[in-house]
C-alpha cells in the first residue's frame, strides 16, 4: 500500500527534474505535425504530458504553450491539477466531431479547473494553421492568485487530434510585451 | 491542503509573535463584541485583526470581486437589517465563484461567494446564512479558535509554523481565503451558537424562520450529489447535519409570527440577483458537475422564475454533458427556451451547433441567423457566419 503513493509521485519527479532548455531562434519542430520560427530566445521549461512549454520571462508572466495533439476523449491538461480537481476521466473531454466553438468552450472549462475565475472568451473565428483549416480566439481570465490574465488561442484539428498553440501572459504588461512576435510566430506554423 | 498549512502556519506564527507582546493566561469567556470595538493593541487579537487586513487589502484589489453597486448594495443591506449597530463594522465582498461559501474574519470582513446567491431560494434564505456569519463575528468565534490553536500546539508544531509561515507572502487571495475558510472550522459549540444568532437575527428582522432550515435541507441535497466530486469548503466548515435541520426546524415552530409579518424577500431577491443569474449559472456549469447543477436547475425551474433562462441553461447541461440521447434533450430545452421567450442570444447559437452536429442543416441555419439577428456584434459572429456558409 505504501508503495502506491510513491510511484504515483513518479512522473512528477520525473517533470520536476526535466531542464530548462534555451530555445534557439532556428526552425522548431513541433512533435511530428508542424514547425514554427521561435521569433525570441524563448526557456523551455516542464510541462504536463502532451504540452510543450516555452517562457520568456517565467511560465506565471508570459508563454507560448503548444497542445500536441490531444485524442478524442482525451483532456486538454493531464495529471495532477490540484486537490479537490476533478479525475482525468471527469475532466472536459476533447470530441473529434467538436465545433471551433466547443473546443473555446473546452479550453474556458479546463482552464476553469484550475480555478481561475471570470473566464471569457472573444473574437473567435475561422483561422489557418499552417495550411489546414483551424480557428483563433482570445481568453481572459482572473487566476486564483488575482492576477488578470490574456491569451490568444490559435488551433485545428488534424488527423482527428486537436492541435492549439495558446500564449498567455498578465494582461498589464507581458501579454501585449511579446505579443507581435507570437503573432509572426504563428504565421510561421509549417505543417509536416 | 499545503496553502491550508501555510494559512495555519501564518495564524500560528502570529500566536507565537503575539504571545510576547500578551500576558499569558487562560483568556477566559470572551464577552461578545460590542458594536463599532477595536481590539487593544497589545493583543493577540489585534494580531489577528492586522492578518486579516491585510488579507482584505488584497482581496479589494483583486479581480474576483463582483464590484456591481446594486448587488453590493443589496447585500450590505440584508446585512445592515441584521447587523443593527455592528452594521458599520461589516464589510462586505461578493466574490465571483461558483463554490457555495460565506464567511466572517474577525475583523468584520464578510465573504459572500456568488455559487452561496446562486443556491438561495429567497432573501429569508441568504439573511439566515449572513445571520450565522454575524454570529460567528460579534462571539468573536475566530479570535477562541485562535487561541484553542495556540493552547494546543507543541512545540514541535510551532517549529514547523515558523518554517512554512515564510511562504505565506505568495498565496493569492482566493487561495488564501478558501484556506482561511478551512482554518476557521469552528468546534460544534461554535457551530450550534452562530445558528442560534443567525435565527434570532433573521426573526428579529422579519423573515421567515422556516427559511432556516430549507437552505441547510437543499445543501445536504446538494452535498449528496456532489460526494465524490469536489468537496465544499463551506461543507467542510458547515456541516450541513440532520441535527441542525432538525434544531432550526424546531426552533421556527415555537416562534410565534403573526400572519403577514413573515417575509420571504423572494421579489426583493429575484430583482438584485437575476441579472447576475446568467453568469452565476455559467460559472456553476463549467464544475461539470452535472447531477449537482441538475439539482439546482430542478429547484429554480420549480420556482417558476425566468423559465426561458432556465431552460437554456438545461440545454446547456445536455449539450456538455454528451451523453447518449442528450443532444435530442439539448434540442427540446433550447427549443422551450425559445417559447418561453426570455432567453438569452445564446439559446440560438447553442441551438444552432446542436442541430449543425445533427445535420439538420436548415433548422440550424436558422437558428445562427437568429443569433446574430439578436447579438449583431456577437464576438463570434466570424465563426457563425462560417458555419452558415458550411451549411448552405
Known sequence: ?192 | MKLATQVLSLILALSLLAGCATPRGAPGALTDLKPGERPALATDEAGLWMAMDRVEANLKTSGHVVTDPALNSYVQGIVCRLAGPHCASIRVYIVQTPHLNASMAPNGMMQVWTGLILHADNEAQLAYVLGHEIGHYVRRHSVQLFRDVRLKSNATLFLNVLAGAAGVGFVGPLIQLAALSSVFAFSRDNEREADEVGFELMVLAGYDPHEAAKIWEALLAQRAATKDSQPSIFFATHPPTGERVATLKALAEKTRTAPGELDLGRERFLAATGPFRATMLRDELRLRRSAATQLLLDRLAASGSAPGEIQFFQGELYRLRGESGDDVKAIAAYEKAAAAGDVPPEAHRSLGLVLMKARANARARAAFFRYLELRPDAQDGAMIRDYLKRLE
Not at chain 1, 534557439?24 to 530566445?41: C, W
Not at chain 1, 506565471?60 to 479537490?84: Q, T
Open chain 1, 1 to 192: 500500500m505504501r508503495t502506491l503513493p510513491l510511484l504515483l509521485l513518479v512522473p512528477v519527479l520525473v517533470i520536476a527534474c526535466a531542464p530548462v532548455k534555451l530555445i534557439e531562434n532556428t526552425r522548431v519542430s513541433i512533435g511530428d505535425t508542424y514547425s514554427v520560427d521561435p521569433q525570441l530566445r524563448w526557456a523551455s521549461v516542464p510541462a504536463r504530458p502532451g504540452l510543450d512549454l516555452w517562457t520568456v520571462d517565467g511560465a506565471a508572466l508570459d508563454s507560448v504553450m503548444f497542445i500536441k495533439g490531444v485524442a478524442d476523449g482525451e483532456a486538454v491538461f493531464r495529471g495532477p491539477i490540484r486537490s479537490g480537481a476533478p479525475d482525468d476521466d471527469k475532466r472536459p473531454k476533447f470530441r473529434t466531431e467538436m465545433t471551433p466553438s466547443d473546443i473555446a468552450e473546452l479550453f474556458v472549462d479546463s482552464y476553469a479547473l484550475f480555478r481561475n475565475q471570470k473566464l471569457e472568451t472573444a473574437g473567435l473565428r475561422p483561422e489557418k494553421f499552417g495550411t489546414e483549416d483551424g480557428f483563433r480566439f482570445e481568453m481572459t481570465w482572473v487566476t486564483p492568485a488575482g492576477l488578470e490574465m490574456q491569451a490568444l488561442v490559435a488551433g485545428a484539428i488534424i488527423k482527428k487530434r486537436l492541435h492549439a498553440v495558446v500564449y498567455s501572459g498578465a494582461r498589464a504588461h507581458y501579454f501585449p510585451k511579446y505579443r507581435d512576435a507570437v503573432e509572426k510566430l504563428l504565421t510561421s506554423i509549417k505543417l509536416q
